[in-house]
């Protein structure tokens, strides 16, 4: 079964507003990654947020941990149409050798 | 471009045929990754490689193997294929340690018909 669970599965806003995704887990972390995927192609890491860490920026991303709920967010601020794709959470579970990528949440920015 | 090589970028091939995938990962990087994407199941982790060993297995079936080589390319081999094998496979490579992402290829698209 898949470690990570986004919310919503599919997002639809207009150009120039905030898009959140969540991401809920399941056991203990080393980190939390997100990921961004085009239509078909590879994915494009984003951001890692270490477990000790509750909030990192990077541009027009904002990741959120909260270790206690088991759950991580992803904003993206001034959408644009080219941040159209699909979103990933991936856990690094403890103990383990790799990622386990959630079902993703399709976004689409409308101009 | 990412980094990670690999190819072909389409396969299409018919039921009960062996097929070989190969992924160079970017320059550095120890570990090489194998998923496979379809869209039911997905992003299912197959199996990992660190410098030559297998570190970790997934939902690899037995029709399907893979290895490191001593340059550290990677092949993903799928024997007896099925029309449900047809999917997206990714491979991905990281720089040792628990916290760094990993680097994503561009796919090989298997359609097996």
């Known amino acids: 079964s898949q470690q990570g669970e986004e919310d919503p599965q599919a997002l639809s806003i207009q150009e120039g507003e905030n898009a959140t995704m969540n991401c809920s887990y399941k056991?203990?972390?080393?980190?939390l990654q997100w990921y961004r995927q085009n239509s078909g192609r590879g994915l494009v890491h984003l951001i890692l947020i270490r477990s000790n860490e509750r909030e990192k920026h990077s541009g027009r991303l904002r990741v959120t941990l909260d270790t206690s709920k088991k759950s991580s967010s992803l904003l993206i601020t001034a959408s644009r149409a080219a941040d159209t794709a699909s979103y990933f959470c991936a856990t690094a579970v403890q103990g383990a050798q790799k990622l386990v990528f959630g079902q993703g949440t399709r976004l689409t920015i409308n101009p | 471009d990412s980094g990670v090589t690999q190819t072909p970028k389409h396969l299409i091939t018919a039921t009960g045929q062996r097929v070989t995938l190969r992924c160079s990962p970017r320059?550095?990087?120890?570990?090489v990754y194998w998923y496979q994407q379809s869209l039911d199941q997905g992003l299912q982790f197959l199996i990992q490689y660190y410098n030559g060993e297998e570190r970790a297995k997934g939902n690899i079936l037995e029709r399907f193997s893979a290895q490191q080589f001593p340059d550290l390319h990677s092949e993903l081999n799928l024997s007896s294929l099925e029309l449900g094998d047809s999917a997206l496979y990714f491979c991905?490579?990281?720089?040792?340690?628990?916290?760094?992402?990993?680097?994503f290829g561009s796919g090989t698209r298997l359609t097996v018909v």
């Open positions: 320059s550095g990087d120890l570990s």
């Open positions: 991905a490579s990281s720089t040792p340690g628990v916290n760094y992402g990993y680097t």
């Open positions: 056991t203990s972390i080393n980190n």
